[in-house]
């Protein structure tokens, strides 16, 4: 059986998350403690027993799912990949998991990743939304007719299902142009900024320097990235593509349409929640769907 173990993103948190693992898994503790004492502070305690306003922090959100999504994939038996994709930040925990980047590199990697993308966020004040019920095509289109505005599509998390991200005023535009065309739900979401668009451009300056300042291994099994969608084993391209992805799109649909066409028989969500189960099982009714 092939085995793709998918890694979710931002908005997968929940107080509580890794608590058990740390009570219950000696190696999870010893991973947890590490964690603690790269970041400086003791983010085991916010995840287990912080209030949703303080997970909702970037700066906590992305190391605190990245920990959860690790950790659990680092403490199961057999845990053999055949090939491993994540949405977005759930990237980076997929380059752990088939041993592209070591732990603590890849945790000092979405730190920074986290606390530049809350800089851009500041500096251009912007949002996203979630377009229901409209094609692909069309949004893209609609998109590319707000010329006075930045907006773009920036998740393709299954069909009909597509998030764009943009300048608030483009995204309001944007919005009231989605459901004159059709779209079921035209809504904006509780985001800090505008992800996945050119207006993480100043997180992409300064994470693009941290990559490159970082080791990067030949990996175990392909990696199906959020900017090429296919299978991925050279680093130079696993880098490149890494760098690329704060300013472009998630093509998510794409990269479980091309895990299913390689041959995976089976989605194997490692981290909180289960919404990527449910977008596999939207881009493909019949693919068989499980977590950790």
Not at 109 to 115: K, S
Not at 281 to 291: G, R
Request: glycine content about 8%.
């Amino acid at each position: 059986m092939t085995k793709a173990y998918i890694f979710p993103g931002q908005g997968a948190q929940f107080s509580g998350m890794g608590k058990d693992l740390y009570e219950t898994n000696e190696d999870a503790k010893i991973l947890f403690e590490r964690a603690n004492d790269v970041l400086g502070f003791r983010i085991s305690d916010i995840m287990f027993s912080g209030s949703d306003e303080e997970l909702k922090q970037t700066k906590v959100t992305q190391p605190a799912i990245f920990l959860h999504s690790v950790i659990l994939a680092k403490t199961t038996q057999d845990f053999k990949p055949d090939m491993v994709s994540g949405h977005s930040l759930g990237e980076f925990s997929a380059l752990v998991a088939n041993g592209t980047l070591a732990f603590e590199d890849g945790l000092k990697l979405v730190y920074q990743r986290a606390l530049a993308m809350q800089e851009a966020c500041e500096i251009n004040p912007s949002g996203m939304a979630a377009i229901l019920g409209l094609e692909d095509e069309k949004v893209e289109e609609i998109c590319a007719s707000i010329k006075e505005e930045i907006v773009v599509p920036a998740n393709y998390n299954c069909p009909g299902q597509l998030v764009i991200s943009g300048s608030n005023i483009g995204i309001e535009i944007a919005c009231e142009k989605m459901k004159e065309a059709g779209a079921k739900r035209a809504l904006p979401l509780p985001v800090g900024g505008a992800f996945h668009s050119p207006l993480m451009e100043p997180a992409r300056e300064k994470l693009e320097k941290a990559i490159k300042e970082t080791s990067f291994n030949t990996p175990i099994c392909p990696v199906y990235q959020n900017v090429s969608t296919t299978a991925v084993l050279d680093v130079e391209e696993i880098k490149k593509n890494l760098i690329a992805q704060l300013t472009a799109p998630v093509k998510w649909t794409q990269s479980v349409q091309n895990m299913i066409k390689d041959g995976a028989d089976i989605f194997i969500e490692c981290g909180p929640g289960k919404v990527l189960q449910g977008l596999v099982k939207k881009i493909h009714k019949e693919a068989e769907t499980a977590s950790i």
